[in-house]
Each structure stands twice: as C-alpha cells, then as structure tokens.
C-alpha cells in the first residue's frame, strides 16, 4: 500500500517497484489524499500563456479539471498494476496535520491490513511541504491503527511489517557518508521501465509525457541504477530494522561483476526505446 500526496507522486516514486509486485501476484493498492486539481496545472496554465488560448481549456472548472487528472491516474494505475486507487479528494497544498484525515487513514490501514507501506521520506517537518504533512499524517494513521482495540473501534490493532520512504533528499550509496543516512534498499526495475515511462507518459495535464517522463527516469531510476549495478532502479529506505536468520547477501550482490557493472549498466537507452510518438 502507498500513501502519498498526490496523483502522480505514486508512479513518479515507486510505480516501477509496484508494477513488480503486482507481476508477482501481491496486492497494491495507492492511497492519495489530494484530488490534484491544482498541483502542476500545466495544461491549463500554459494555454492561457498562449496568444490565443483554447477556452475549452482555459475554462474548466475545477471539477472538470479534477476529472480529467483522474482518468490520468486511473490509466496510469491501469498500466502499473495497481489494484484499488483510494483518493481522499483533500485540497493540493494542505499545510497541517489533520485529525480527521489521520482517522481516515487509520481506517483504511485496518480495512487493507497490507503488509507494507511506502510513503515520502518526511523531510524537513519545519518547512512547508504537502509531501512531508503528508507522511507525518500517515506516520499518525499507522500509530493509531495499532492501538485500535476491538472492544472499542469495531477494529482490531493492526500494526506494519515494514515502512519503506521514497525521495530521501540523498543518493550517495554508501554508509559512511552525510552521517550514514542513505537509501539502503534497491529495487531492479528494468525489467518493467517502460510501464513506468507509459503511466507517467499519462500524466499530459501535468508536462510529465513525453520528454519529462524519459528524463525523471533516466536520471533519477537512471543515477540510483547506477549505485544499484543495474540500469534502472527505485530507492528506498527503511524504518525498521530487519531480523534474519543468517547475515543476509543478495543475489544481485552475489552475481554483480564489478569490474564491468558499469558497461552493463548503461547499455540502455530510454529515448530510443520509447521514441516520441
Ligand atoms: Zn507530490
């Protein structure tokens, strides 16, 4: 299950992981608290940019333009694998912890009880960032979902195997520096990068097709596949500690040459594999 602010912020952060696990058979599911209407407008604030705008575009109203990036998500969704889309129609740029949003998110844990939720790493809480209210709210709802008592919500306490945080503000992959904070886990999604360059390619409202999508990914899945050893990847990082019963090594890490990764890892090329149509 994903929490995050906004439509597109599910795809652009983790749709190449989630399109893995829905491969895999698991069950997704995108909770986003923003309707979107007014996040990255660019259809509608470019046109009036023009010297003749289009009124068709310049006069949506909201519902209308709320609509529309909703179909973008849904066929985004669609493409990615995800399962049920949950949006709580906030506004974009809430500001503040809300309690009544946290009871909602809480609510929606125990009723999807998933095993796993990935949300934005919090960032800098003193700074105003929808994207850092957002996993305040749904660090809340995950707090109060595990004192859920039977006897007294109609639910019993759920509690997470594991909290993944996308978008750690750093990309060095090793421990030692910027005080050891770094992404510690990698997910491989070079198998599934040109479903993540169709959804965001669905994202049109907001500039995200065509160039933009092949850009983030190349650049972003692009740098953090280059710490991972292969040619794309997603980055996140833990809340929780990890119990084994033997030191873990991962099969990539067995496998990886590293005297030629770095050949491997650059063999693709995202603009001649998903040309502009
Ligand atoms: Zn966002």
Redesign the pocket.
């Known amino acids: 299950m994903t929490i995050?602010?906004?439509p597109?912020?599910t795809i652009t952060n983790c749709g190449g992981t989630l399109a893995r696990h829905a491969d895999a058979g698991d069950e997704v599911v995108a909770l986003i608290l923003t309707h979107g209407g007014r996040?990255h407008a660019n259809k509608y604030a470019e046109e009036w940019r023009r010297d003749n705008p289009d009124p068709s575009i310049t006069g949506a109203s909201l519902d209308e333009i709320i609509e529309n990036k909703k179909g973008e998500l849904r066929r985004a969704a669609s493409i990615i694998g995800i399962g049920e889309v949950i949006t709580f129609d906030l506004d974009d740029n809430f500001a503040a912890v809300s309690e009544d949003v946290v009871d909602r998110i809480a609510f929606e844990l125990a009723r999807q009880q998933p095993d796993v939720v990935i949300m934005d790493y919090p960032l800098n809480q003193s700074w105003n960032n929808?994207?850092t209210v957002a996993t305040m709210m749904a660090m809340a709802g995950l707090g109060r979902a595990s004192q859920a008592l039977l006897n007294l919500d109609g639910a019993a306490d759920f509690h997470v195997k594991q909290v993944f945080f996308t978008s750690l503000p750093i990309v060095i992959g090793d421990s030692l520096s910027l005080g050891g904070q770094r992404n510690d886990v990698y997910v491989d999604i070079t198998d599934v990068v040109g479903r993540k360059v169709a959804a965001m390619d669905e994202f049109v409202s907001q500039g995200y097709a065509g160039l933009f999508s092949r850009k983030l990914i190349e650049s972003n899945n692009g740098e953090h596949g280059r710490i991972a050893g292969v040619n794309f990847a997603e980055a996140f990082c833990r809340l929780n500690a990890e119990t084994h019963t033997t030191l873990p090594v991962t099969k990539a890490a067995m496998e990886q040459d590293v005297l030629t990764r770095h050949v491997a890892y650059s063999e693709l090329n995202l603009r001649q594999m998903f040309p502009l149509t």
Do not use: G
């Open positions: 995050y602010a906004h597109a912020d996040i929808p994207h």
